[in-house]
């Protein structure tokens, strides 16, 4: 259930619009890969910044 109510939290969809069909698992899916993409930038980043501000 945590793949369907994260991208809810993150972008601020409204219930109604999940139960409608306005926003389909497809939409989920693409938001729950866009966040899941963000997270290993944030993370290659902070890694090279350990790395290299010495």
């Given at each position: 259930?945590?793949?369907?109510?994260?991208?809810?939290?993150v972008?601020?969809?409204?219930?109604?619009?999940?139960?409608?069909?306005?926003?389909?698992?497809?939409?989920?899916?693409?938001m729950?890969?866009?966040?899941?993409?963000?997270?290993?930038?944030?993370?290659?980043?902070?890694?090279?910044?350990?790395?290299?501000?010495?």
């Open positions: 259930m945590d793949y369907i109510l994260r991208p809810v939290k972008f601020h969809l409204d219930m109604k619009d999940l139960k409608s069909g306005a926003i389909d698992l497809y939409d989920i899916a693409m729950n890969d866009f966040l899941k993409m963000e997270n290993d930038n944030e993370a290659r980043i902070a890694r090279w910044r350990a790395d290299n501000e010495r």
